[in-house]
């Protein structure tokens, strides 16, 4: 079975930038067929999509507040996807956690395999 493993979160200060990664495990090969999903959710807060990308890196979308900062890609050839983070603000705050799903989906209900998630913390 594929299983993802999430990486690269920490503390960074704000304007400050972390590099996410999501790295397949188990069933590595099916990774190329998953669209992956990248979602936070902050203390006290619903979990919320950031970002998409489908099994071929060709077609990415952003929530509207990381537009422009994050950005979304994959190597498939080394099973991993990525969120490169710039210019992160104290409400990126949050647990940030990968998913598989078949379809890119901005909607938690549309993954089917989750990570363990990461913690990201912006503060000064």
């Known amino acids: 079975q594929l299983m993802l493993v999430e990486s690269g979160g920490g503390l960074a200060q704000p304007g400050g930038s972390l590099k996410l990664s999501c790295t397949a495990t188990?069933?590595?090969?099916?990774?190329?067929?998953?669209?992956i999903g990248w979602f936070r959710q902050a203390p006290g807060k619903e979990r919320e999509a950031i970002s998409s990308i489908s099994d071929t890196g060709g077609n990415t979308r952003y929530k509207n507040s990381v537009r422009g900062r994050f950005t979304a890609s994959r190597d498939n050839s080394r099973k991993t996807a990525y969120l490169q983070m710039n210019d992160l603000k104290a409400d990126d705050t949050g647990v940030y956690y990968c998913?598989?799903?078949?379809?890119?989906?901005?909607?938690?209900?549309?993954?089917?395999?989750w990570g363990q998630g990461t913690q990201v913390t912006v503060s000064s």
């Open positions: 188990g069933s590595t090969e099916d990774f190329d067929y998953y669209a």
């Open positions: 998913a598989a799903g078949t379809m890119p989906s901005m909607v938690y209900t549309g993954y089917d395999l």
